[in-house]
C-alpha cells in the first residue's frame, strides 16, 4: 500500500534497535537467534517515530530483548521480542571482518554499566 512502511523494514528497526541496547546496556555483541514481531497499527511513511529496546534476561551465552515501535503521540505501531545468542568481541570482530581491537574500543565507549544511556 502506498505510505505504508514494508514489515520487514519495520522488523529491521526493531532488530537493531535490540542490537543496540545489547551494545549499551550489556556491553554485548550477538545474533538473533528468534525474533517474534506483532504488528500493531501500519507504519506510515514520513510518520515520527519511537523506537525502543530493552534487555529482557541476560546470562554468559544468551540475551533476551524487548522492542517496541510507536509514533510520538504513544500509539503502539509494532512490538517484537528476541533472543540472542551472545558472542565475545574477537568472534563478532572476525565475522564482520573488522579490527578486533578498533570493535573492543567501540563496545568500551557505547557501553554504559550504570543504564543511564
Known amino acids: 500500500m502506498d505510505g505504508i512502511a514494508h ?14 541496547v545489547l551494545a549499551v546496556h550489556a556491553g554485548r555483541l550477538g545474533f538473533t537467534t528468534d525474533m517474534n514481531i506483532r504488528f500493531t497499527n501500519p ?12 534487555v529482557v534476561d541476560q546470562n554468559a551465552d544468551d540475551a533476551r530483548t524487548f522492542a517496541e515501535i510507536k509514533t510520538d503521540h504513544e500509539t503502539m505501531l509494532a ?34 554499566p550504570a543504564g543511564s544511556a
Do not use: K, Y
Open 79 to 112: 512490538v517484537a521480542t528476541s533472543t540472542w545468542t551472545l558472542m565475545p568481541v574477537a568472534v563478532a570482530a572476525r565475522s564482520m571482518g573488522l579490527d578486533r581491537e578498533r570493535l573492543e574500543q567501540f563496545i568500551a565507549a557505547v557501553h554504559d
Open 7 to 20: 514489515g520487514g523494514i519495520v522488523a529491521t528497526l526493531l532488530d537493531e534497535a535490540s542490537a543496540w
Open 43 to 54: 507504519v506510515h511513511v514520513g510518520t515520527p517515530l519511537i523506537v525502543e529496546a530493552f
